[in-house]
């Protein structure tokens, strides 16, 4: 469960509504689409599975040498986008959108990434067993880090029709 402690524009929103609406919109899927950019010009999009921590870091394994590994190397500067494409136009619709930094997981965001992903995508454990595997080859991807400084929310079943909650993270 989503347990932050956030600064949002709207006075009248519970911590608490908007924690369980993040937790239901980031459970209820598994694809993020990531923009970056590319030589500090180009945007760059690209989509990856990802797991996902109580205090809404966001971890997805990728190649290094993707471009959009490579677009983080030069600039953490992210945007993200998760929400279920089966949405009927006529539903109550609901989806986030963070922006934030991305990084390549090191130390101990290694070992909590690995654990948080496995929990989520099993096969996973069938390559890596430990975060130390990451560096035996086994497969070319690692995993990366996404922390959202601000968080834009659209759950309409919970928050009115055509409402935004904008939040501040902390950091």
Same mark, same amino acid.
């Given at each position: ?14 911590? !608490? =509504? ?8 980031? &459970? $209820?899927?598994?694809? /993020?689409?990531?923009? +970056?950019?590319?030589?500090?010009? !180009? =945007? ?8 996902? &921590? $109580?205090?809404?870091? /966001?971890?997805?394994? +990728? ?5 959009? =590994? ?36 090191v130390g101990g965001e290694v070992a909590e990434g690995l ?7 099993s096969w996973l454990a069938n390559y890596i067993k430990e ?41």
């Open positions: 469960m989503i347990t932050l402690q956030m600064a949002f524009h709207d006075e009248n929103v519970a911590d !608490e =509504s908007i924690n369980k609406s993040l937790d239901t919109i980031l &459970s $209820s899927n598994t694809l /993020l689409s990531m923009a +970056s950019i590319k030589d500090g010009t !180009e =945007s760059w999009i690209h989509t990856a599975y990802y797991a996902y &921590s $109580s205090k809404l870091s /966001l971890y997805y394994l +990728s190649s290094p040498s993707a471009q959009h =590994s490579k677009n983080v190397e030069q600039s953490q500067s992210v945007a993200v986008s998760i929400f279920d494409t089966h949405q009927n136009p006529t539903d109550k619709k609901r989806g986030v959108q963070l922006f934030g930094t991305c990084h390549r997981a654990r948080l992903y496995t929990e989520r995508f975060p130390r595997d990451f560096d035996k080859g086994t497969l070319e991807s690692k995993l990366y880090i996404i922390t959202p400084r601000t968080i834009k929310l659209f759950d309409e079943a919970v928050f009115g029709e055509e409402k935004w909650v904008i939040i501040d993270v902390p950091q």
